[in-house]
């Protein structure tokens, strides 16, 4: 089966722009997680989106937001880019299971770079 | 605040020898997991430990959760340069999508 599909690849842009970044998740899976990968700081979790909803959030900025549509899909925005913001943003989706441990799968990522 | 710790940072050897990565917390968490991760990609899970005390073994590399399950262990024995990557290990407190990861471990094998 399809794996975790995240557009664009790359991405370069200028302080202050904003960005979108797109993220489909395995089908059947409802849960989506975005997460900021910096070699300073390693995985930060940014938020978690479950039928449409955000279930959890991390400590960004409010410049970072995300939503999820019907189909589970869902974009993370990031707006008035700052020169900190240049990362690899990954998403990672789940099918979402009430007992034991919960799998993530992640995509590729979305590399971005602010200049 | 939940920390996962992870030691060392770096670690380069050679081809054929053993080594073993440690993930620390002062939280207890009720999974812990590992994650490789290669240039350009996402990280691919290799192992989810859920029980204190629980011992893995996947191959080559066996992974142990702490009695407390605040801590866990990564042993690879013989390594060979395909397991060269960042190993990340990831802790949850619920099953949500919710992971704190370590801030990893970057492993270079040597022919």
């Known amino acids: 089966k399809a794996g975790v599909t995240q557009t664009p690849r790359y991405l370069i842009k200028t302080r202050g722009q904003q960005v979108t970044l797109s993220c489909s998740p395995i089908s059947g899976h409802r849960s989506v997680s975005w997460y900021q990968q910096t070699p300073g700081q390693g995985l930060q979790f940014l938020f978690e989106y479950f039928s449409e909803t955000q279930r959890n959030k991390g400590n960004f900025p409010g410049r970072f937001s995300g939503r999820q549509f019907s189909n589970s899909r869902s974009e993370m925005n990031v707006s008035t880019l700052e020169l900190g913001d240049s990362a690899l943003y990954l998403c990672?989706?789940?099918?979402?299971?009430?007992?034991?441990?919960?799998?993530?799968?992640f995509g590729a990522g979305s590399r971005l770079t602010v200049l | 605040t939940q920390l996962l710790e992870q030691s060392p940072q770096f670690l380069s050897i050679q081809e054929g020898e053993n080594l073993t990565v440690y993930c620390n917390s002062s939280?207890?968490?009720?999974?812990l997991q590992w994650y490789r991760q290669e240039p350009g990609e996402g990280p691919v899970l290799l192992v989810t430990?859920?029980?204190?005390?629980e011992v893995k073994k996947l191959k080559r590399l066996t992974f142990q959760f702490g009695d407390a399950r605040k801590d866990s262990s990564l042993h690879i024995t013989a390594a060979q340069p395909g397991d060269t990557g960042l190993y990340l290990c990831a802790g949850s407190t619920r099953n949500t999508g919710k992971l704190i990861f370590g801030q990893g471990t970057t492993l270079q094998v040597k022919p």
């Open positions: 939280s207890v968490f009720s999974s």
């Open positions: 990672a989706s789940s099918r979402d299971i009430t007992s034991g441990a919960n799998v993530l799968t």
């Open positions: 430990v859920v029980t204190g005390g």
